[in-house]
């Protein structure tokens, strides 16, 4: 059975190896959510989680600062599944940047790093709720031999604070 701190612990590992999510801003009535690669500055287990995107695009214009914002993420095996809320803003750090910066990332702007639709953005995250997957094949086995899946589930589930 996991703990919290095992599942945030998966949670952080599969953010460094997955990298896409679903990114979203808290507002009544937005509809304001786009899938996003992030990247986590260094090695620590622990945000802020980094975004490149346009400053054309919907979502970096309806950025008024410290927004509150959300993130949905589901790792590639969809062994892994998380709801994170923190605080999204526009931070052209070009230290950050420059640490950052990498083919991939270059490939979308056409000037670089010195390309004026370039729009760093920063989740600041404070909170996760956090679902591990169990393989249906070996929940059903269990469920054969009389346990109790709504007991399985719920062992497998944290809410965790990321601040």
């Given at each position: 059975?996991?703990?919290?701190?095992?599942?945030?612990a998966?949670?952080?590992?599969?953010?460094?190896?997955?990298?896409?999510?679903m990114?979203?801003l808290?507002?009544?009535?937005d509809?304001?959510?786009?899938?996003m690669?992030?990247?986590?500055?260094?090695?620590?287990?622990h945000?802020p989680?980094w975004?490149?995107?346009?400053?054309?695009?919907?979502?970096?214009?309806?950025?008024a600062?410290?927004?509150?914002a959300f993130?949905s993420?589901?790792g590639k095996?969809?062994?892994?599944?998380?709801?994170?809320?923190?605080?999204?803003?526009?931070?052209n750090?070009?230290?950050?940047?420059d640490?950052?910066?990498?083919r991939?990332?270059?490939?979308?702007?056409e000037h670089?790093?010195?390309?004026?639709?370039?729009?760093?953005l920063?989740?600041?995250?404070?909170?996760?709720?956090?679902?591990?997957?169990?393989w249906?094949?070996?929940?059903g086995i269990?469920?054969?031999?009389g346990?109790?899946?709504?007991?399985?589930?719920?062992?497998k589930t944290?809410?965790v604070?990321?601040d």
């Amino acid at each position: 059975m996991p703990t919290p701190n095992d599942l945030e612990a998966k949670l952080w590992k599969a953010l460094r190896s997955d990298m896409t999510v679903m990114l979203g801003l808290e507002r009544a009535g937005d509809n304001l959510m786009r899938p996003m690669t992030v990247q986590i500055d260094g090695d620590a287990d622990h945000g802020p989680l980094w975004i490149f995107s346009a400053n054309d695009t919907g979502l970096v214009k309806a950025l008024a600062g410290g927004d509150n914002a959300f993130m949905s993420f589901a790792g590639k095996g969809h062994d892994l599944f998380a709801k994170i809320t923190g605080t999204l803003a526009l931070d052209n750090d070009r230290a950050v940047i420059d640490r950052l910066w990498n083919r991939f990332v270059a490939a979308w702007y056409e000037h670089g790093k010195d390309d004026p639709k370039l729009a760093l953005l920063r989740f600041d995250p404070h909170q996760a709720e956090i679902w591990e997957n169990e393989w249906s094949l070996i929940a059903g086995i269990k469920l054969l031999f009389g346990s109790d899946p709504k007991q399985d589930y719920a062992e497998k589930t944290a809410s965790v604070r990321l601040d």
